[in-house]
C-alpha cells in the first residue's frame, strides 16, 4: 500500500508553489483553446474547470499570502498571481467595453489580446514558480508593508 506521510513533510509554501505552476499549466490551455474557437466561449467541461480551478486559485493565492509563513523570494508567486487576476480584470473589462458588450454570454468572445496577455503570464509565471522552487532560500524583503 502507498504511504502518504513523504507529503506530510512537505512545506505548504512549496505546495503551494508546485500547484501554482499546474495552475499555470492550466492557464497556458485555456488560452489554446480560445485561440482554437476565435475567443467564443469553448462549451468544453474541461475548459470550464480550467476557468474555475483559474478563478479560485486568486482566493487561495490570497488566503496563502494572509496564512502561510513565506520564506524568501517565494513570496513573490502569489503576490503576482493576485495582481495578474485584478489587472486581467480591468484590461479585459477595458477590451470588452472597446469592441463592445454582447446582449447575452453566448455571444461573448474573448479578445485575442486578452488571450495573449493570459498566456504570456502563464509562460513567465510557470518559469517564476520553477525558479522559487529552484532557490527556494534567496533572499527578499517586500519594499512596503503588507496590509494583512
Not at 447575452?104 to 517564476?128: C, G, H, N, R, W
Request: charged residues 10%; contains cysteine; hydrophobic residues 50%.
Amino acid at each position: 500500500m502507498l504511504s502518504m506521510q513523504w507529503l506530510q513533510q512537505i512545506p505548504n509554501e512549496t505546495l503551494y508553489i508546485v500547484f501554482s505552476e499546474l495552475v499555470a499549466v492550466i492557464i497556458w490551455f485555456e488560452g489554446i483553446t480560445l485561440r482554437r474557437t476565435q475567443g467564443e466561449m469553448p462549451s468544453s467541461t474541461l475548459f470550464h474547470i480550467g476557468s474555475l480551478i483559474d478563478t479560485l486559485w486568486f482566493f487561495v493565492s490570497l488566503g496563502c499570502l494572509y496564512y502561510l509563513e513565506f520564506q524568501s523570494i517565494a513570496m513573490v508567486v502569489p503576490i503576482a498571481y493576485a495582481i495578474y487576476k485584478v489587472f486581467g480584470l480591468f484590461y479585459g473589462t477595458n477590451l470588452l467595453s472597446e469592441q463592445g458588450i454582447p446582449d447575452s454570454p453566448e455571444d461573448l468572445v474573448i479578445p485575442m489580446k486578452l488571450v495573449d496577455y493570459t498566456q504570456s503570464f502563464a509562460l513567465i509565471f510557470f518559469a517564476l514558480c520553477a525558479f522559487v522552487l529552484a532557490f527556494p532560500t534567496l533572499p527578499f524583503e517586500v519594499p512596503f508593508s503588507l496590509p494583512f
